[in-house]
């Protein structure tokens, strides 16, 4: 029945590339699971925001599901140990960061048993809670987005309260080459996304949410218009968009859907409108329904470097060496292996590192084909074409080669979401995302200078301002005390004089 | 197991520079099949001389500037700015007038600016006006297309060859013997004799729209032109600025007083409107960057050929045109920056 998802034609994106999907080497399982690994390695920060505190110690026994690390500021998400063992080290370990190579990370010897903690509770009736009191249960679960941004998604949601929202809007459209893991989540979950949804809709006390799908996933589609049929929830509608990258960015996928702009350095609930990633929603029904916090994720593991493509649910924390031994180990021809898609994913050097809750897809490649040497820009003014910005990314690339913070902040260097589709088709192979990257780091250090230069600024101002107070209070003291001292009179003035010299005397 | 660590994003570019410089060469090629069966085998040795100084001149220039010459040879971006001179030149042109023209184009409007991708003015038509400015009397010498006259005395290979070598004519020929008027050359006169463009129109040199032979060549440099389209090698906002710009005074001028004024399609199917239009405005460096701005660049190169060639001295304007629109890229790309997806509209413009 995939004519009951209607291809709107409301918004258009501006540019995008339609890129050669790759997906199907690992559509042909269904969702495998592999067995439990002997280790497994929780990452302290697997989240914006911040990093959680441990609540265990080493040596120390862990169940499966006990709360680990406690995120102590207002960002944050905890971590839950994702099988039954003993905490063996708590420390540096490699990981596929945005901040570094290593962070801290707990690392747990499974015993093989899984055996659960018995703490939680029965199911939460969502249904029949006010919408505040669901949010609250959410936010226990230790969910994140996990379309790769992991922001909390509590957070978001109780952020998301405060603003006059429209819609929910439910990420389906997983627009980046290789990567299946939403699509066979909705392929084999489309209840539990439809269930989802209408959490959901329930904590922010909404009538709309639609769940998006690029047209390329079929299976996907007829099975969530099953489920929809099936429940008959008339607050949902499904949405099929056409198949272009980055069309799943949050920005971008608001605009396709609605027709808005989200406002430069604002957010979609600016503009009423709530994203969250369809794997996000299983993970809020999951918590909610079985109890279970995010202690597992689906995850793609594909590429010519592996020998059995697929898509496992594993368990946070496993290693990317056990997963890739699942998948059959790697080919002959593996030489990188990025955590992410093929265009924003980030190469790491070792598969020690542990799968987190962001890692939506693990690829191993062959070489890249050689882009050649970097060349001059042409000018001939691709990028821009692509760009789903409208950025012009060879006058970016000037100003950035010429370190020019004027006008790359007026050319817009802080709206680049990083998509990569200038670099992409640059004739002349010039790393326009990496030159952007850096560019930006250099901008928010200049920011962070200025921000400490004026508080410098301020506090030594403050410091002479009260200095001067100090300064004219006391003139003005001493002024009214001579003065009150000349009306007195000769004897007053004696009387002073002589208990001043007592005082000295004493 | 250990990997090789590389940049976001893990996949191979989609356009290459040499490979869109190989298109434009391969567009140009039933162009310039058209042109030697026209105008004869002079082509061939002007792209040969051009390409050899083309090319020599940026190996020069790259060693000077201690860089290695194979990077900036293996782009090709030199052989298309030969191609180009080498079009705009008459098919009878001296070694040392191509070879002056390709020299200044690569040496002073490419390298001295910087090289690939740092160059104000399009390498090709800088050359070209070079050697127009510096060698008029070789310039207006065009021999006439094949068409059918018996009385025509054409030149064989050899004499072409001796002549772009030494510059001098077999000896019993003479240069009015070999050379036409070129169809906006017999315009031009016969408009300042105060003839009708009727009149003018009923020449043997001139064709359907433009000239014998010339309108042919057209056709196949707008078949190329929108081959390059397909390739995506180009876009169409250049083009058709041009288009736009060239036939739209043209037609009202036309349509308010046909009898001395020729008609848009003359003006499109004359001279170099068309290799403009397609492969010379299209140049990306020396162009603007936006598509908004490209059609107002390119808008402003036809109107400009058109000023050009009814109020102006030179009889195609072409090159002239290209140049100063080159001049007005800055200018252009700053009033047509786009709006920001997520910016108001007034804010992001300058």
């Known amino acids: 029945m995939p004519g009951?998802?209607?291809?709107?034609?409301?918004?258009?994106?501006?540019?995008?590339?339609?890129?050669?999907?790759r997906k199907?080497?690992?559509?042909?399982?269904?969702?495998?699971?592999?067995?439990?690994?002997?280790?497994?390695?929780?990452?302290?920060?697997?989240?914006?925001?911040?990093?959680?505190?441990?609540?265990?110690?080493?040596?120390?026994?862990?169940?499966?599901?006990?709360?680990?690390?406690?995120s102590p500021g207002t960002l944050g998400a905890p971590v839950h140990a994702s099988s039954s063992g003993k905490v063996v080290a708590i420390g540096p370990w490699p990981v596929a960061g945005r901040r570094g190579d290593t962070a801290p990370c707990i690392v747990i010897e499974c015993d093989g048993d899984d055996q659960a903690v018995e703490s939680w509770e029965e199911p939460i009736p969502y249904?029949?809670?006010?919408g505040d009191t669901v949010l609250r249960k959410i936010l226990q679960g230790g969910i994140v987005g996990l379309g790769g941004a992991v922001y909390p998604t509590a957070q978001k949601l109780m952020q998301a309260v405060s603003c006059d929202l429209d819609y929910i809007i439910l990420n389906g459209a997983e627009c980046e080459p290789y990567i299946s893991c939403d699509d066979m989540l909705m392929r084999e979950r489309a209840h539990d996304v439809v269930g989802g949804a209408q959490i959901l809709l329930r904590a922010l006390e909404l009538d709309h949410a639609f769940i998006v799908v690029e047209s390329d996933k079929p299976e996907a589609i007829q099975q969530l218009a099953t489920a929809m049929t099936e429940v008959g929830d008339e607050r949902l509608s499904l949405k099929q968009i056409p198949t272009i990258y980055p069309s799943g960015g949050e920005d971008q996928l608001v605009q396709l859907v609605t027709n808005r702009e989200v406002p430069s350095g604002g957010l979609p609930t600016d503009i009423g409108c709530l994203v969250q990633n369809v794997g996000t929603a299983v993970a809020i029904h999951d918590w909610l329904n079985n109890r279970e916090p995010l202690i597992s994720r689906i995850t793609t593991i594909t590429g010519d470097g592996i020998a059995n493509p697929m898509n496992v649910r594993a368990?946070?924390?496993?290693?990317?060496?056990?997963?890739?031994?699942?998948?059959?180990?790697?080919?002959?021809?593996?030489?990188?292996?990025?955590?992410?898609?093929?265009?924003?994913?980030?190469?790491?050097?070792?598969?020690?590192?542990?799968?987190?809750?962001?890692?939506?897809?693990?690829?191993?490649?062959?070489?890249?084909?050689?882009?050649?040497?970097?060349?001059?820009?042409?000018?001939?003014?691709?990028?821009?074409?692509?760009?789903?910005?409208?950025?012009?990314?060879?006058?970016?690339?000037?100003?950035?080669?010429?370190?020019?913070?004027?006008?790359?902040?007026?050319?817009?260097?802080?709206?680049?979401?990083?998509?990569?589709?200038?670099?992409?088709?640059?004739?002349?192979?010039?790393?326009?995302?990496?030159?952007?990257?850096?560019?930006?780091?250099?901008?928010?250090?200049?920011?962070?200078?200025?921000?400490?230069?004026?508080?410098?600024?301020?506090?030594?101002?403050?410091?002479?301002?009260?200095?001067?107070?100090?300064?004219?209070?006391?003139?003005?003291?001493?002024?009214?005390?001579?003065?009150?001292?000349?009306?007195?009179?000769?004897?007053?003035?004696?009387?002073i004089m002589k208990r001043r010299r007592r005082d000295d005397g004493d | 197991m250990e990997f090789?660590?590389?940049?976001?994003?893990?996949?191979?570019?989609?356009?290459?520079?040499?490979?869109?410089?190989?298109?434009?060469?391969?567009?140009?090629?039933?162009a310039a099949v058209a042109h030697v069966w026209f105008f004869g085998p002079g082509l061939i040795f002007n792209l040969l001389i051009a390409t050899a100084a083309c090319v020599g001149g940026e190996a020069l220039m790259m060693r000077l500037r201690g860089r290695p010459p194979v990077r900036a040879l293996s782009d090709y971006s030199a052989l298309v700015t030969a191609a180009l001179l080498a079009f705009a030149l008459p098919s009878l042109t001296p070694w040392w007038v191509t070879a002056t023209g390709a020299l200044f184009g690569i040496?002073?409007?490419?390298?001295?600016?910087?090289?690939?991708?740092?160059?104000?003015?399009?390498?090709?038509?800088?050359?070209?006006?070079?050697?127009?400015?510096?060698?008029?009397?070789h310039l207006n010498l065009w021999v006439a297309p094949r068409m059918g006259d018996i009385d025509y005395q054409f030149l064989s290979v050899l004499q072409t060859l001796t002549y772009t070598l030494t510059g001098s004519l077999p000896d019993a020929l003479t240069y009015d013997e070999i050379s036409r008027a070129t169809p906006l050359d017999a315009m031009k006169s016969g408009l300042n004799d105060m003839r009708t463009t009727v009149e003018i129109r009923s020449l043997p040199i001139m064709g359907d729209f433009g000239g014998v032979g010339w309108e042919w060549i057209g056709n196949f440099i707008a078949i190329g032109g929108f081959w390059l389209m397909i390739r995506r090698v180009i876009r169409w906002h250049i083009p058709v600025g041009v288009g736009v710009g060239l036939l739209i005074p043209a037609g009202i001028m036309w349509l308010a007083s046909p009898g001395t004024e020729p008609s848009p399609g003359f003006h499109m199917f004359s001279g170099a409107a068309l290799m403009c239009a397609f492969f010379i405005a299209t140049d990306p460096v020396s162009a603007a960057a936006s598509p908004k701005g490209r059609l107002i660049y390119g808008a402003g190169i036809g109107f400009l050929i058109y000023a050009i060639r009814t109020w102006g001295a030179d009889v195609d304007g072409v090159a002239f045109a290209v140049l100063m629109m080159n001049m007005a890229v800055p200018a252009i790309d700053r009033i047509t920056r786009p709006r920001i997806v997520g910016h108001r509209r007034d804010a992001g413009a300058p």
């Open chain 1, 127 to 130: 249904a029949e809670l006010p």
């Open chain 1, 315 to 495: 368990r946070i924390g496993t290693t990317i060496d056990d997963i890739a031994r699942f998948a059959g180990g790697y080919t002959k021809s593996a030489r990188h292996l990025v955590i992410g898609g093929p265009m924003t994913g980030k190469s790491v050097s070792t598969d020690r590192v542990p799968l987190v809750k962001a890692t939506n897809c693990i690829l191993v490649m062959s070489d890249v084909p050689a882009a050649g040497p970097e060349l001059p820009c042409i000018r001939c003014g691709d990028c821009a074409a692509v760009c789903p910005v409208r950025l012009l990314p060879q006058q970016l690339f000037w100003y950035a080669c010429a370190d020019d913070e004027t006008q790359l902040r007026d050319h817009g260097l802080t709206d680049c979401i990083e998509c990569g589709c200038c670099d992409l088709v640059c004739p002349s192979h010039i790393p326009l995302t990496y030159d952007f990257r850096m560019a930006k780091a250099r901008i928010r250090e200049l920011d962070d200078e200025k921000a400490r230069a004026e508080r410098a600024r301020r506090r030594f101002e403050a410091r002479n301002e009260r200095l001067q107070r100090e300064q004219r209070e006391r003139e003005v003291e001493l002024a009214r005390q001579k003065d009150q001292a000349r009306k007195a009179g000769p004897d007053a003035i004696a009387e």
């Open chain 2, 107 to 137: 040496i002073v409007a490419k390298h001295l600016y910087g090289g690939l991708g740092f160059n104000i003015f399009n390498p090709a038509m800088a050359g070209y006006v070079v050697v127009l400015v510096a060698f008029p009397m």
């Open chain 2, 4 to 30: 090789e660590h590389r940049e976001a994003p893990h996949m191979a570019p989609t356009a290459d520079v040499a490979t869109m410089m190989q298109q434009v060469l391969l567009a140009l090629v039933p």
């Open chain 1, 4 to 21: 009951a998802a209607a291809t709107y034609d409301l918004g258009k994106l501006h540019g995008g590339l339609r890129l050669d999907a």
């Open chain 1, 24 to 70: 199907s080497q690992a559509t042909g399982l269904p969702i495998q699971s592999p067995p439990l690994p002997d280790q497994l390695v929780l990452p302290l920060e697997q989240h914006v925001g911040d990093p959680a505190q441990p609540l265990v110690g080493i040596g120390e026994r862990v169940l499966k599901g006990q709360l680990l690390a406690e």
